[in-house]
């Protein structure tokens, strides 16, 4: 009975799907089943939207002095990588206390690199423009006391898809201060970014990269998950390294700040070009930290 009923919705579905007018049907090759035209319009027309954006991303490299378009970033994964404490980067009773892991890298074979921006201080409306221009994406630790005269700057970041993340209130060395102290600037932050943007980051990174026992003590009390700092460091005229043979690697996280021709050789835009060019000439895309997370 559940046989020949199988076989009788079999069959109403092909008598269905065989009822199309001429012009909806196209040709199959032999053996193959009807392939309808709405399906392959919409396979079209998703692949001329690649184009267009691919040519949008070809224009604006040219508009902002690139040598060649970023790379589009690999889709995130599925899995997300188990984050680890980097080796030489743990504190006393770190795995034990089940303290927030250190990392310079996110472990993954994509050929991937993470743009990080610290601090606040400069307020580049050309910036803003550029990245959203090229689609690049990154991952801002704001200083509360640098950000709060003009929210509306990082407001726009934050709409276009920007994670804002914690790096304190007021930028101290956090290794000289007491606990209730280090969790006032980590809390503290914690707090400000709800109040202003919506949102309590997991991510904190300590300034200066400075830290102790104390600081993931607190950062773990404040809801923060990761630290990660960065295993490079790009300035508008020169590119750091923290390893030895100065090479990328897949995953490793790259570090800049909002700064401007005050303190740099150059602007934020300059910067943004000479690491574009190197990560572009390296075979590398800009992937979102928190998409690896």
């Not at 902002?64 to 030489?88: H, V």
């Not at 770190?94 to 921006?117: E, G, M, Q, S, W």
């Not at 304190?168 to 503290?188: A, F, N």
């Amino acid at each position: 009975m559940r046989v020949g009923l199988a076989a009788l919705v079999l069959a109403a579905i092909a008598s269905g799907c065989a009822q199309g007018g001429a012009g909806d049907e196209v040709t199959p090759a032999g053996g193959q089943q009807p392939l309808d035209a709405p399906p392959a319009r919409a396979l079209d027309s998703y692949a001329s939207r690649l184009g267009a954006a691919h040519a949008a991303r070809v224009a604006a490299a040219h508009r902002w002095g690139l040598a060649q378009a970023p790379l589009s970033a690999p889709p995130p994964p599925a899995r997300k990588p188990r984050i680890r404490t980097r080796e030489g980067f743990e504190v006393t009773g770190h795995r034990r206390l089940n303290l927030p892991p250190v990392f310079t890298t996110v472990p993954t074979r994509d050929k991937v690199v993470f743009l990080t921006i610290d601090d606040g201080a400069e307020k580049d409306p050309a910036f803003l423009r550029m990245m959203s221009d090229l689609d690049v994406p990154y991952t801002a630790f704001l200083s509360g006391y640098l950000v709060k005269d003009d929210p509306r700057y990082f407001r726009r970041m934050q709409a276009r898809g920007v994670a804002l993340n914690n790096h304190t209130l007021h930028h101290p060395r956090l290794p000289s201060l007491s606990y209730r102290q280090q969790k006032r600037e980590i809390c503290g932050m914690q707090r400000y970014l709800a109040k202003r943007f919506g949102t309590r980051p997991a991510l904190f990174r300590p300034p200066y990269g400075s830290y102790d026992r104390t600081t993931l003590r607190a950062a773990k009390a404040c809801g923060i998950a990761y630290v990660p700092l960065w295993n490079q460091e790009v300035f508008p005229d020169r590119w750091e390294y923290r390893e030895g043979d100065r090479r990328l690697r897949p995953g490793d996280i790259v570090l800049t700040h909002f700064r401007g021709r005050e303190q740099w050789k150059g602007s934020m835009a300059d910067m943004i070009r000479r690491f574009l060019n190197e990560v572009r000439s390296e075979g590398f895309a800009v992937g979102r930290l928190e998409d690896y997370l």
